[in-house]
């Protein structure tokens, strides 16, 4: 059986703008992911440390091949300024076979 690539999309969120696009920018670059949108701010309501808290955030969509999640989940976990990130991976379960190329072509150049 052949062994067939698989893709993910990988979620975070950013406590701004400025700062989610710079960390979009690092993980393009360093050909974690072939693609990073940064979608506008949002409103979070969580739970933390006990406490129902509120915060304005940035989510970051981030395309890649599921082998790159460890390398990837270890980046955003060792440069993210959170104490606690979102590392959430979703797996791709299918997608134009063109587009998912591309993210092989980058993520592996």
């Not at 670059?29 to 979070?44: D, F, G, I, R, T």
């Not at 406490?51 to 060792?78: M, N, P, V, W, Y």
């Not at 993210?80 to 993210?103: D, F, Q, R, T």
Request: charged share 15%; aromatic share 10%; with cysteine.
């Amino acid at each position: 059986m052949e062994n067939q690539v698989q893709y993910s999309i990988i979620l975070t969120t950013f406590p701004g703008a400025d700062a989610a696009q710079q960390f979009a920018e690092q993980i393009v670059e360093k050909q974690l992911a072939a693609c990073v949108n940064v979608l506008p701010e949002m409103l979070s309501i969580y739970q933390w440390q006990g406490k129902l808290t509120r915060g304005r955030e940035c989510q970051l969509l981030i395309k890649t091949e599921s082998a790159k999640f460890s390398a990837l989940s270890l980046f955003i976990a060792e440069n993210h300024p959170y104490e606690l990130p979102e590392i959430i991976e979703v797996p791709i379960s299918s997608g134009l076979p063109a587009y998912l190329s591309w993210i092989s072509g980058v993520v592996n150049s």
